[in-house]
């Protein structure tokens, strides 16, 4: 950890914030001239208050312990680069814009790679829509969990159900990319 990145960072975020080194202080539980020791490289927290810093500050570990903000300015506004993220615990489905540092369930998520699948769902368009369709299995166990479709300013994302057929229907709005979840195989992609 670098002592003066880490007290810039600490001293940009706390004033972002509009807190004084007084209500950081007390909102993490040490004492004011602690944080000014931080905030002029002086010294760092202790490792047992990163968490409470963090959660305080509104960023993550990695940010605090860099002392740097990841911009990711190049991807911003791109529909087409967004992340998907699935929590393997409850199925919970997470969409960032960009890569982000995603957690559910007590678990950091990384996002889920697009793979070219071996066999492509069908796609039809009829009237002002895609129909999508698969003989792909739908179980509890093995099931295609959700449709997207991501053009370069939408994402439409439909939710599909085990025990269901695998078919619905997506707004005809453009060409983009196709994504499905399969709860076994994880995350494909085909053009449309």
């Not at 087409?80 to 540092?101: D, H, Q, R, W």
């Not at 025990?163 to 995350?187: K, N, S, V």
Request: hydrophobic letters at 40%.
């Amino acid at each position: 950890m670098d002592q003066i990145k880490t007290g810039t960072l600490i001293r940009t975020l706390r004033t972002q914030k509009g807190l004084t080194q007084k209500a950081l202080a007390e909102a993490v539980g040490v004492g004011d001239k602690a944080v000014s020791k931080w905030e002029r490289g002086l010294g760092c927290p202790d490792v047992s208050l990163l968490p409470k810093l963090s959660q305080v500050l509104g960023v993550g570990l990695e940010a605090l312990l860099s002392g740097a903000l990841d911009a990711n300015d190049q991807e911003r506004g791109n529909m087409k680069k967004m992340k998907f993220y699935v929590c393997p615990g409850c199925g919970n489905l997470i969409t960032a814009a960009t890569e982000a540092s995603v957690s559910c369930c007590s678990r950091t998520l990384l996002p889920l790679e697009p793979q070219k699948p071996e066999e492509p769902l069908s796609v039809e368009k009829i009237d002002d829509s895609w129909f999508i369709s698969s003989p792909h299995p739908m179980t509890k166990e093995h099931y295609v969990s959700f449709a997207a479709l991501l053009t370069g300013d939408t994402l439409f994302l439909r939710r599909l159900y085990p025990e269901w057929d695998l078919q619905t229907r997506i707004p005809a709005f453009g060409h983009g990319i196709l994504l499905w979840y399969c709860t076994q195989h994880g995350l494909f992609r085909q053009l449309i």
